[in-house]
């Protein structure tokens, strides 16, 4: 002891001693922290349980203890399986940071937690379920018919192929090339952000599969060759001055330069 | 040489077979004298001057592909249910006859598709290139005096470009492009009085009616197109006949052409010009998707995309339109509407955009009071407020342009749409007048350093001292073709009219109108540079060996308004 406290006046002593308090910081966050859930594949029961523990350790700032929500966030009583599993495994929730609406960004939850959670906030009250295999397989529906809906009913926000588009005050309809066709699906059926609710009176099964369907044959390409990302006439407009202007330009300095 | 005297045996007959066939034509037409004249025609020599020569051949490449789209393309409006080779989308789909035959000549006929896009390109090439030769006739000022007729021809072209673009991209009666007819029927509504009566007269009938796309159709492929090969003939007649201007330079004056002969620099440049912009035009259809009108589907009045905007040269219209507040622009007069949301952005702002166009050569040459021809081009610095007013002038328009494509900002830069459109709102005002202020800054700027150069030379680096323990800079006397560049420009000073009362104190008929263009005379022409002077050259070229600038208390060369105006010449 009188040795360490000879030393107290070291060069090293605060840079120890910042680091010991992180150590033991770290430490008691590392036990007394909820640990992350590990359970298997087991029965829905034990899911709630877990899911309930992933909920208050992630969820229950905002949304509260029992997913009653706040002034700050919706309650979860009744939104369903669908909505979390929409919402935690794009990486929406938990969100990143406000803003004028939760963007995408990796998951933070693995599948099975992100099931867990959704079998707690299932257990809430009655709400849309997670579609099945099936009702979001795209080889199965018609994209004639899907190209029909689409246009009526999502294309005002979304771009006539699903390339995006801006909503106001910053918010914005995100692009549907990468989202997952059980995404989409689950997003018609719940109205995540300022979307609407496409519930299954408006659309029907088999329509929602039939615009996955359509937006899944966009993924393909555009026929006439590079797609300039199928934002119409402005992207155009800008690759013919950029391209074709540009070049013709430097064409002509070219000729202007020679022979002369 | 045979010692015949008729005169005719002095031109021995053509032995090659080019030469046989040249002089059978001549002999029956005379066509030789023209080639004559125009092989020895003399253009002068820059890039810039192919920019007209752009628009041209794009619009070779627009007939040339449009004839092979109008073999397959019916303009119907009739309604059919789709079953063809198209994409699997349109399959069974109900459309119109114009629409499923767009989409067979582009996935049924060989090479269809690459002639769309190849015309669809070209037409947005036409405008662009159109719009940069007249900013290059605008900054150098060759509208001026002979040429202020055909600077009204050149824009009557660009609106019919307009035209031609417009009608053209309807006619696949697609969601996108019905979306833009869709305005444009509310855009002649807006009108007062005759609004309601045109829009049934144009859509024979209520919007969309069964006649616009057929109508559309003969506007695109006659009306418009015969327009434009006629003035195309009188805009380059009428440059035959005012020869080319030139850039200024040694040697070159309002009285002569500086340049190589049409034949065979001019013919093989030219040519050349054509090919490489058919082959840009080609490269860009054959690789990069332009209006997908399967995308859009086609047209039915009541959905719209997002991101439904016109080609590029119609932006403006669109930007114009989104940020006009539609709040308490709605009057009801006596029970009828006026809809000043859509008049003031849709036909007010770009009748007075398209005034300026046309009036801007009347306004100089009247308040320049230059009553000479102009042969030798303009550098934009020697004059600050026309090159100001052109970049104001394009600064509205982008601006414009810009906010008609407000949504696609948004997403990409991750912005508040509403806070761009009212920074836009504000920047519509103050973009221009900021732009003008900050582009006659630099011309006059520019004017300055030119004059400095003349007068003191170009620096060199070289440090001398001499014995007194004094350093000095040597400077380098400007070559005479550096210098002729820098001192041959008009300095316009503002226009001097009669008093307002005779000898007698009678007043001047005319008197107020003369001082309203004097007013807008010393707008242009207040502030400015005067061109070095060989007297101020020569008192230069004595002031020293050594050639230090004097700190004047006001720079002497910037001379405002009439206080001056009594300076020596």
């Not at chain 2, 807008?520 to 230069?540: C, Y």
Request: aromatic share 10%.
């Amino acid at each position: 002891m009188k040795a360490l406290a000879a030393r107290r006046h070291h060069r090293a002593a605060p840079v120890v001693l910042l680091l010991l308090a992180l150590l033991v910081t770290g430490g008691l966050y590392a036990v007394l922290a909820p640990s992350p859930a590990t359970a298997e594949t087991a029965s829905t029961a034990t899911d709630v349980e877990e899911g309930k523990r992933l909920f208050q350790a992630n969820c229950a700032t905002c949304h509260g203890p029992n997913a009653e929500g706040s002034p700050e966030a919706p309650s979860l009583v009744g939104v369903g399986a669908a909505s979390v599993d929409f919402q935690v495994s794009t990486g929406r929730m938990p969100m990143q940071m406000t803003g004028p609406q939760a963007a995408e960004k990796p998951p933070q939850m693995d599948p099975e937690q992100t099931a867990q959670l959704a079998a707690y906030v299932a257990s809430l009250g009655a709400g849309p379920a997670i579609p099945t295999d099936e009702q979001v397989d795209a080889a199965l529906g018609d994209s004639a018919n899907g190209a029909l809906l689409f246009r009526t009913n999502c294309a005002m926000c979304h771009n006539a192929v699903g390339a995006g588009g801006a909503l106001s005050e910053g918010k914005w309809a995100p692009p549907l090339y990468d989202v997952s066709e059980r995404n989409i699906y689950q997003a018609m059926l719940t109205g995540p952000q300022s979307m609407p609710v496409f519930n299954d009176a408006n659309l029907n099964p088999e329509e929602k599969r039939d615009i996955i369907t359509y937006l899944v044959e966009q993924r393909e390409g555009s026929a006439g060759g590079l797609s300039l990302g199928s934002l119409g006439p402005v992207s155009e407009g800008l690759w013919a001055w950029v391209v074709g202007l540009g070049l013709m330009i430097g064409a002509a300095v070219w000729i202007g330069a020679k022979s002369s | 040489m045979s010692t015949d005297t008729s005169p005719s045996s002095t031109v021995e007959p053509p032995t090659t077979p080019a030469g046989k066939a040249a002089d059978y034509l001549d002999q029956r037409t005379g066509v030789g004298v023209a080639v004559k004249e125009f092989a020895r025609k003399v253009f002068p020599d820059h890039w810039s001057f192919m920019l007209g020569e752009m628009a041209l051949f794009s619009f070779v490449v627009l007939l040339l592909t449009g004839v092979f789209l109008t073999m397959f393309f019916d303009p119907s409006m009739a309604l059919i249910e789709y079953h063809g080779a198209g994409p699997e989308s349109m399959q069974g789909q109900l459309m119109s006859v114009a629409f499923a035959s767009t989409l067979d000549l582009s996935f049924e006929v060989r090479g269809g598709l690459l002639m769309r896009q190849i015309h669809h390109w070209a037409a947005l090439v036409f405008m662009a290139s159109i719009v940069v030769h007249m900013m290059r006739v605008f900054f150098t000022g060759a509208f001026r005096k002979p040429r202020e007729i055909n600077w009204l021809v050149g824009t009557v072209l660009m609106i019919l470009g307009l035209a031609a673009g417009f009608s053209g991209y309807s006619l696949p009666d697609d969601v996108l492009s019905g979306n833009g007819l869709r305005i444009t029927d509310g855009v002649v509504k807006s009108i007062p009085v005759i609004g309601s009566y045109t829009s049934y007269f144009l859509f024979g009938g209520e919007f969309p009616g069964e006649h616009i796309i057929p109508r559309l159709f003969t506007v695109h492929i006659l009306l418009v197109p015969a327009l434009i090969l006629v003035l195309i003939g009188v805009h380059l007649f009428l440059m035959v006949l005012h020869k080319h201007t030139q850039y200024p330079g040694g040697g070159r004056t309002d009285k002569n052409v500086v340049g190589y002969p049409l034949f065979p620099v001019y013919i093989a440049k030219m040519g050349g010009n054509f090919f490489i912009v058919f082959g840009i035009l080609a490269l860009m259809g054959a690789t990069m998707s332009i209006n997908n009108v399967w995308n859009y589907g086609p047209y039915d009045p009541s959905p719209v995309g997002a991101g439904a905007q016109p080609d590029w040269y119609m932006l403006f219209l669109e930007g114009s339109l989104r940020l006009m507040p539609g709040y308490a622009t709605e009057w009801v007069i006596f029970g009828y509407t006026l809809s000043l949301n859509v008049l003031i952005p849709a036909v007010v702002i770009p009748g007075l955009l398209f005034t300026f166009l046309f009036v801007y050569p009347f306004i100089e040459a009247r308040v320049t009071g230059d009553k000479r021809e102009h042969h030798v081009l303009d550098r934009p610095r020697n004059v600050p407020a026309r090159t100001g007013l052109g970049v104001a002038f394009l600064t509205a328009f982008i601006i414009l342009a810009l906010a008609g494509s407000n949504d696609l900002i948004a997403t990409h830069f991750g912005m508040s749409l509403n806070q761009i459109t009212w920074a836009f709102r504000i920047l519509f005002f103050a973009g221009p007048v900021f732009a003008y202020w900050v582009t006659k800054r630099i011309c006059l700027g520019l004017q300055r350093k030119d004059r400095e150069l003349v007068l003191h030379g170009h620096e060199t680096g070289r440090i001398v001292r001499f014995a007194n323990g004094e350093y000095i800079e040597v400077h380098r006397p400007l070559d005479d073709q550096e210098r002729w560049l820098r001192v041959n420009y008009d300095a316009h000073r503002p226009l001097e009219i009669e008093p307002a009362t005779d000898a007698r104190g009678v007043k001047r008929p005319g008197y107020q109108k003369d001082k309203q263009w004097q007013k807008l005379s010393r707008f242009f022409f207040e502030d400015r540079v005067e061109p070095v002077t060989p007297a101020e050259l020569a008192a230069a070229h004595a002031h020293g060996e050594h050639d230090e600038i004097e700190a004047a208390p006001r720079s002497p060369e910037l001379v405002s308004g009439t206080e001056n105006a009594d300076r020596e010449q």
